[in-house]
């Protein structure tokens, strides 16, 4: 909320003020960084590799660690996201653990499917959607799975990503070069329009942006937008093509895409 731009990379946390990086020792347990989450409260999670999930505090400096000590499932982190009553979702390398608001960390053994979550959204209506890394998509609500799919064609294609947009759409990527619209109606999945990526393949991660009311898509061998008009805008880059991870909108309307290979990327 300060505006600076948060880094996570293998050698622990960048941060950038508008003219240059530079490298934030928050805690030495903090290395090797895997995604960031800001809370409603305007709390930065990091999730690590190893060390577990960090809730860091900037207005106070103060910052709590999470690990299987607690409760975590795994200590290596791979996704995070927050329901509406505040609970912290945690996709660890293991199952899925939830942090309540009191603190206490809650592990779903049970779900023996839903491990290794890739991606995990808010879907709106106290759902919390979700993909595994065997590309698994799935619904949870108020401690109850709901739905569990894989990509219904049996090609072998699977559901890599998924970003849920403000009129109640889903974006699903998936391992192929295509991305596709879904609906939940709380028991099943419709599918709807699918639409083609270019030679782009692979979903790593959506953003939806409001502003630019559309979907930011990731993909290993390339980036693009899919706007309103559910069109693919490709916006590859020669130089900036490979393992394309995340994205964020600044508050100038910025562009910022990172690659696990290739640094930072930034369209004006």
């Known amino acids: 909320r300060e505006g600076y731009i948060w880094v996570g990379t293998y050698s622990g946390i960048y941060r950038y003020d508008g003219s240059r990086f530079e490298a934030m020792e928050l805690d030495e347990r903090i290395r090797n960084v895997m995604v960031f989450y800001v809370d409603s409260k305007g709390k930065l999670w990091i999730g690590t590799n190893d060390s577990g999930v960090a809730c860091y505090d900037s207005a106070t ?5 999470y690990t299987m000590e607690d409760g975590l499932s795994a200590n290596s982190i791979r996704s995070l996201c927050e329901d509406d009553a505040g609970n912290i979702y945690v996709g660890t390398a293991g199952y899925l653990s939830i942090i309540g608001t009191d603190g206490k960390v809650t592990t779903y053994h049970k779900w023996s499917n839903i491990n290794y979550i890739r ?7 106290g759902m919390i959607a979700g993909v595994t890394n065997s590309g698994e998509l799935f619904f949870i609500r108020d401690g109850e799975l709901l739905c569990e799919e894989y990509y219904p064609d049996g090609t072998g294609i699977y559901y890599a990503a998924l970003a849920y947009g403000e009129d109640g759409a889903l974006l699903a990527g998936t391992s192929s070069n295509f991305a596709e ?8 999945v419709q599918h709807g329009i699918r639409v083609e990526t270019d030679n782009c393949s692979y979903s790593n991660m959506i953003r939806y942006d409001a502003g630019e009311q559309g979907y ?16 693919f805008v490709n916006m590859t880059q020669d130089g900036f093509e490979n393992s394309v991870s995340d994205m964020l909108v600044d508050y100038q309307g910025n562009l910022w895409f990172v690659s696990n290979k290739q640094g930072v990327i930034k369209f004006s």
Do not use: H, P
């Not at 400096?61 to 660690?65: L, Q």
């Open 181 to 188: 619209f879904l609906r939940f109606d709380g028991r099943k």
């Open 119 to 125: 991606t995990l959204v808010n879907a709106g209506e």
């Open 61 to 65: 400096g103060d910052i709590y660690f």
């Open 216 to 231: 930011f898509i990731c993909e290993e061998n390339g980036m693009g937008f899919i706007g309103a008009d559910k069109k």
